[in-house]
């Protein structure tokens, strides 16, 4: 593959967005800890308890002054990557109003679910003493369920439009595929992804009745019935090896470890944080700091998981479409036109890409094509 103008601007992308999620990542980091270890959390817990007697309310107050100053930290790095950076590379179609909007609707879902998350957590901890983060595990498990299932009918609509594609020709050939790659499917719908970007891309969305074939205009609008093809199979792959429940077992573990070490670290002594105890909301700091260092720790471990989970629904297109060209075809449009860096750093690509790099899917099926010909 020759290295164009192209592949050097999509690495400059690549590089700025790791900077920028790095310099995020250890600003908020260090927050949390200043927050946890100077007292700040103590004295916002009292200021809540002396607004309320009732523990709850204190709980959701905490939560939204301690969301409040997290926000407007981070809210800097989320301009620059999410605007800036966008409009520098050419890659983005948001004007400031937009971006505006979409933040504030970004915000409310998170109050919302992140206020009802906090609320059901330490409700547990009041209710079950030494069984909770057991309790706490499986609750935030099936809530990742129920959010899987309904976010593509719920959610998605907050931030873009679905509109049943026109094209009937397109729409049959994509049902049989379904069909052939044993997917029930409750629609295919066009998303107006074009209103904040330049980037296309597809996927098969929810579970169950809610589970629907989703392509945006900016591929709709350029892409050949034969690339959509290899990109609808591709995500049928992902159906077919059940793949969102298998990153759903990797989060439940996750929240299991991330819950027991903080129930662990209780267990060795609250008082040197100044809490009262389990229930304390002052702790609130602590978990996301561990889960966060859990979350960190096995990256490289879930990222590996999620290419060979890749590697599958690749096989699984050719497999159903047995056309490597337009599979070739596809990754070359959708690397030019999303910005991908090729072929990225193979450190890089272990510690921080949940997908093989475009090349070496682009060699894989193409491996996988020459194999059926002999």
Not at 175 to 201: D, H
Request: glycine share 6%; proline share 2%; aromatic share 14%.
């Amino acid at each position: 593959m020759t290295f164009s103008e192209t592949d050097g601007k999509a690495k400059k992308y690549a590089f700025e967005g790791r900077i920028l999620t790095v310099t995020t990542l250890v600003t908020e980091t260090a927050f949390l800890v200043w927050f946890l270890f100077s007292g700040a959390s103590i004295l916002v817990r009292d200021y809540c308890l002396l607004l309320t007697a009732n523990y709850y309310a204190a709980v959701f107050g905490y939560f939204l002054l301690f969301f409040g100053i997290l926000e407007a930290l981070s809210l800097p790095f989320s301009f620059v990557s999410g605007f800036l950076v966008e409009h520098r590379y050419g890659q983005s179609n948001r004007t400031f109003g937009g971006w505006c909007w979409d933040e504030i609707k970004g915000v409310a879902v998170s109050i919302i679910l992140g206020g009802i998350s906090v609320e059901v957590l330490y409700l547990i901890i009041k209710k079950s003493s030494s069984a909770w983060w057991i309790i706490a595990s499986l609750v935030f498990t099936f809530f990742s369920v129920i959010l899987a299932r309904l976010a593509p009918v719920l959610l998605m609509p907050l931030f873009y439009k679905f509109t049943p594609i026109e094209d009937e020709c397109l729409k049959n050939r994509l049902l049989e595929l379904a069909r052939r790659g044993g997917a029930e499917v409750n629609g295919i719908f066009s998303m107006n992804l074009s209103k904040t970007t330049k980037a296309a891309n597809a996927a098969l969305m929810g579970l169950g009745k809610t589970r629907r074939i989703v392509i945006s205009d900016t591929m709709l609008s350029s892409y050949t019935p034969d690339e959509i093809e290899a990109v609808i199979a591709h995500e049928l792959g992902h159906q077919k090896g059940r793949h969102l429940l298998k990153m759903l077992l990797w989060q439940t573990v996750l929240i299991f470890i991330s819950f027991k070490l903080i129930d662990a670290i209780f267990a060795s002594g609250s008082s040197k944080f100044g809490f009262t105890g389990m229930s304390d909301i002052a702790s609130l700091p602590l978990f996301i700091l561990i889960a966060s260092f859990v979350s960190l720790v096995t990256l490289p471990a879930i990222n590996s998981f999620s290419r060979s989970l890749e590697r599958y629904s690749d096989r699984f297109a050719f497999s159903l479409t047995a056309n490597a060209e337009a599979f070739r075809m596809l990754m070359e449009r959708l690397a030019e036109q999303n910005l991908a860096d090729k072929n990225p750093n193979g450190l890089i690509e272990f510690a921080f890409h949940s997908h093989p790099s475009i090349a070496k899917r682009i060699d894989y099926v193409s491996k996988l094509s020459k194999d059926k010909k002999e």
